[in-house]
């Protein structure tokens, strides 16, 4: 159950500081064992590369809410992958881990997607070291299907792919 109210908002590229906060927090690469793989200069980078995914279509990205407050706690996004699949991810700003707000945006990133793509497979990959993402994909309703024994996209990690069986979240 989710400590407070949250909900989740399209990302505008006014927003970008708020958005990687949860990048660049270094709690986030001890929990995967990974030191952190990218300077700021990729992470203004990739600021850029959301504003033109979003732009392009391929790519849509939400700011997770505490609806009280309006304080960012996090961030989601959603890729279209080939064969029509639709890829997801989250992070959230490490002081809100353990109050249940990546399963509680999951679940609300998860209904809005299986209304508009109905039929879609939706996947989500993690590194294999990330325990509590696991166990969000898992109350979400994902089942794992691969675990990747060579480095994967998920941070060049070995990782695990996870798939979204509808109407079990």
Same mark, same amino acid.
């Given at each position: 159950m989710v400590s407070r109210p949250i909900h989740l908002e399209l990302f505008c590229p006014d927003e970008a500081d708020v958005v990687l906060i949860a990048e660049i927090d270094e709690r986030n690469?001890?929990?995967?064992?990974?030191?952190?793989?990218?300077?700021?200069?990729?992470i203004d980078g990739q600021m850029l590369d959301f504003v033109e995914g979003r732009l392009n279509?391929?790519?849509?990205?939400?700011?997770?809410?505490?609806?009280?407050? +309006? *304080?960012? /706690?996090? !961030?989601? +996004? *959603?890729? /279209?992958? !080939?064969?029509g699949v639709v890829s997801v991810g989250y992070r959230v700003i490490s002081e809100h881990w353990g109050n249940g707000i990546a399963t509680e945006a999951l679940r609300l990133l998860l209904g809005q997607l299986a209304s508009a793509l109905p039929q879609r497979k939706i996947i989500a990959n993690i590194a294999s070291t990330n325990v509590a993402s696991r166990r969000v994909l898992?109350?979400?309703?994902?089942?794992?299907?691969?675990?990747?024994?060579?480095?994967?996209?998920v941070d060049n990690m070995r990782g695990e792919t996870f798939v979204w069986s509808s109407g079990t979240a």
């Open positions: 690469y001890e929990v995967i064992r990974a030191p952190r793989h990218r300077p700021q200069d990729d279509g391929d790519q849509l990205h939400w700011v997770i809410r505490d609806s009280l407050s +309006q *304080a960012c /706690l996090g !961030s989601l +996004q *959603a890729t /279209l992958a !080939s064969g898992e109350k979400c309703g994902f089942t794992p299907v691969v675990a990747l024994t060579g480095a994967s996209s």
